[in-house]
């Protein structure tokens, strides 16, 4: 009950700017949880088409995946390398659609959150009373716990988006080294046919 009141306590100090960093917080969430599930293995080099590909056999399975759209490119293509390269470069950068936005957040959130304090602390220094020149001290001391809500949910954003785009990158990144390899073999492949054909 104390934690739903303090996380309560921190969305009111964050003020107007909540709505900004929820929105940053819905898009990390939904980019993070979309590219997971596009960069799992069978959507991009599902095992059995690799082992085609590696062992030379018919290639079989896979049909939805990245490494299936490259060689039905390559079969409809032959002779063509450079097209064939070009449209496996189109299929990597297919697989990092979206992560180049958690760069953003990630830069935004913290800097939103920031605003927010500054913007909380202003309101907290203009209650001072003229008269006096004391605030209120229970009141103050509030205000400025309030003010620092605003930094600590931007950070909370931030740090997500960071660690998870970050890691999205380097899996495609691998992905695409892989795929550099596999596609060799299938162009090698596609080569032999050919001179086997023109013989």
């Not at 062992?55 to 450079?82: C, M, N, T, W």
């Not at 001391?141 to 988006?161: E, K, Q």
Request: with cysteine; aromatic share 8%.
């Amino acid at each position: 009950m104390l934690m739903t009141f303090a996380l309560i306590d921190i969305i009111t100090g964050a003020d107007i700017l909540i709505y900004p960093l929820g929105l940053c917080s819905l898009v990390m969430v939904f980019i993070l949880c979309e590219r997971a599930y596009a960069l799992r293995r069978d959507a991009v080099m599902p095992t059995d088409l690799v082992e085609a590909v590696v062992d030379g056999r018919p290639y079989a399975g896979g049909k939805e995946s990245v490494l299936a759209r490259i060689i039905e490119f390559s079969e409809r293509h032959q002779g063509d390398e450079d097209a064939v390269k070009a449209f496996a470069r189109l299929e990597v950068n297919r697989m990092e659609r979206g992560i180049p936005y958690l760069d953003i957040i990630y830069a935004a959130a913290p800097l939103l959150g920031l605003t927010g304090t500054v913007w909380s602390l202003l309101r907290v220094f203009s209650s001072i009373s003229g008269e006096t020149g004391l605030p209120d001290p229970v009141a103050f001391t509030s205000g400025v716990a309030l003010a620092l809500s605003a930094t600590l949910l931007g950070l909370t954003i931030a740090i997500p988006a960071l660690v998870g785009g970050g890691y999205m990158q380097r899996r495609v990144e691998n992905y695409a080294a892989q795929l550099d390899v596999i596609l060799e073999r299938v162009l090698g492949r596609k080569g032999l046919v050919k001179d086997e054909t023109s013989a």
